[in-house]
């Protein structure tokens, strides 16, 4: 098992994507015990892609993409800014909001954060905020995406984990609009002590221009609505809804935005099949690895090496957490979760702890840490499209980073934040 760990780093320190170094490394296993034949490694890339809850991967993904070409998205920044664009840090109120709004369409950090640095980063600095504070507020806002339903990160944790996706859905509400409160306190604060808008005087939007501006997205943010009531009142499963976006996604922008064209459709097609792609390939890899910690009994052992070191179950949370985010830190999001879940969640499990609750702490730290040195995949994308360099990125980043995780502590501290939603709603369930 040593070797395996050892090869997969050299493989990633040698800038092999995450899906080869994973699978690589595996195989090597297979190959170096006797006991093992090496057909059951493939057998085992073929079953690990092989499961109905995952089929709601691909299907968010080619909505979110659909979405996003259907006016959906410039209906939303144009709302946004008439929410919160008068206020001090407005523009970065404004990217807040949007990926508030935008949680329930993409699911994808990575991706809300790349739309979003093409779209506010130049106003942004033409309005006097600096790039390191422009990027920053855009990057870590993103983490609310990767939150809020139909995030795929929860998705891949409910499959690997069997742990309700629909209750993961639901549990990720409040912690999403948490998050969006404590981030805008935490913009609204940096701008202030900055000096940014202080000789700008932006007029509030009267009712009716923000009442028109509801009108105008009133399509974008009834998705995630009908996703949540349609799963909570046995519609359709959360495996379904993906289905279900896709149609509501083609309907919305061929009917009402009428901007949907044959074109995009093709567009968004093409951009899925690559995303989905990506994200199988590093499940196929994970189905080989998650064969070799089981083979090696490497949750039993982990589960006694951390409750070795304390049976408390809030410290252990917290030393479970703190590993989980520093791998993070070095590995894609989608990585960590297929290899961490398998390992943790049995030891979280007989400590007591909820996995609804532990999932959620996960799912974000997992996917803050890739707005982060050294390996931050969202960090890259935005440094890449706005030509930022990752010191800068990193020093406009750190008060929103400071202020996600001091709301992980209160979440991690008072798990009914958590998991009050989700009992309430599903409670016959």
């Not at 690589?24 to 892609?49: C, E, N, R």
């Not at 981030?183 to 700008?200: C, E, F, S, T, W």
């Not at 980073?401 to 992980?408: H, K």
Request: contains cysteine; neutral net charge; hydrophobic residues 55%.
């Amino acid at each position: 098992m040593l070797l395996v760990v050892i090869t997969f780093f050299v493989l990633l320190f040698l800038n092999m994507p995450v899906a080869f170094a994973i699978a690589i490394s595996s195989l090597l296993y297979f190959l170096t015990v006797p006991d093992l034949p090496s057909f059951l490694a493939f057998q085992q890339m073929a079953t690990g892609t092989q499961s109905f809850p995952l089929l709601a991967v691909p299907f968010f993904v080619l909505a979110g993409h659909i979405l996003n070409v259907s006016g959906i998205t410039s209906r939303l920044v144009h709302f946004s800014n008439l929410l919160t664009g008068h206020l001090v840090g407005g523009l970065a109120h404004v990217s807040i909001v949007l990926s508030t709004m935008m949680g329930g369409i993409s699911g994808s950090a990575t991706a809300d954060a790349a739309m979003q640095s093409r779209i506010l980063t130049n106003d942004m600095m033409k309005r006097g905020y600096s790039k390191g504070y422009s990027v920053g507020v855009i990057g870590v806002s993103s983490l609310i995406t990767g939150t809020l339903p139909p995030s795929i990160g929860l998705i891949l944790y409910g499959f690997i984990g069997g742990v309700s996706i629909s209750k993961l859905f639901i549990a990720g509400i409040v912690p999403g609009i948490l998050m969006a409160i404590t981030l805008m306190i935490a913009a609204y604060v940096v701008a202030k002590k900055n000096g940014y808008d202080q000789n700008i005087n932006y007029e509030k939007p009267s009712f009716k221009e923000v009442i028109e501006g509801f009108k105008g997205s009133i399509w974008a943010l009834l998705f995630p609505v009908i996703l949540i009531v349609g799963i909570r009142f046995g519609i359709f499963s959360a495996s379904e809804g993906g289905a279900v976006a896709v149609v509501y996604a083609i309907i919305v922008g061929t009917l009402f935005h009428k901007e949907l064209t044959w074109k995009k459709l093709k567009k968004s097609l093409h951009d899925a099949v690559g995303d989905n792609a990506m994200i199988m390939l590093i499940i196929a890899a994970a189905g080989i690895l998650g064969y070799v910690i089981a083979y090696e009994n490497l949750p039993r052992t982990a589960s006694q090496f951390v409750t070795g070191i304390t049976e408390n179950p809030t410290l252990l949370l917290f030393i479970i957490l703190t590993f989980t985010f520093v791998v993070g830190l070095f590995m894609e999001a989608t990585a960590v979760t297929l290899l961490m879940t398998p390992i943790f969640l049995p030891v979280i499990i007989q400590a007591g702890i909820d996995p609804v609750h532990f999932g959620l702490l996960m799912i974000i730290l997992i996917t803050m840490g890739g707005m982060t040195p050294p390996v931050g995949v969202t960090m890259f994308a935005v440094c890449s499209i706005t030509k930022t360099s990752v010191k800068d990125f990193t020093k406009g980043a750190l008060p929103f980073l400071g202020a996600v995780i001091l709301l992980i502590i209160v979440l991690a501290l008072f798990p009914q934040i958590i998991l009050f939603l989700p009992e309430v709603l599903l409670a016959s369930g």
